[in-house]
């Protein structure tokens, strides 16, 4: 599966919907904390069109000699 960053998210929305940038932003920003705040009271999500959300072990970051 590919990662989106929110800002490439932000900027495919705008060019397709042809909004203004800071409304796109605060939708998508709103959006995403409404998911966040749910995630503590459920142990997952689904939202249709973008696919179920379970909340993630925080990875240990490792850094290699190159």
Request: net charge positive.
């Amino acid at each position: 599966m590919a990662t989106i960053t929110k800002k490439e998210l932000i900027d495919r929305i705008t060019e397709n919907t042809q909004a203004k940038r800071l409304l796109v932003k605060a939708t998508i920003q709103n959006f995403l904390d409404e998911v966040i705040s749910e995630l503590p009271v459920r142990s997952a999500q689904t939202q249709p069109d973008y696919g179920h959300i379970v909340p993630g072990s925080n990875r240990n970051a490792v850094n290699r000699a190159g």
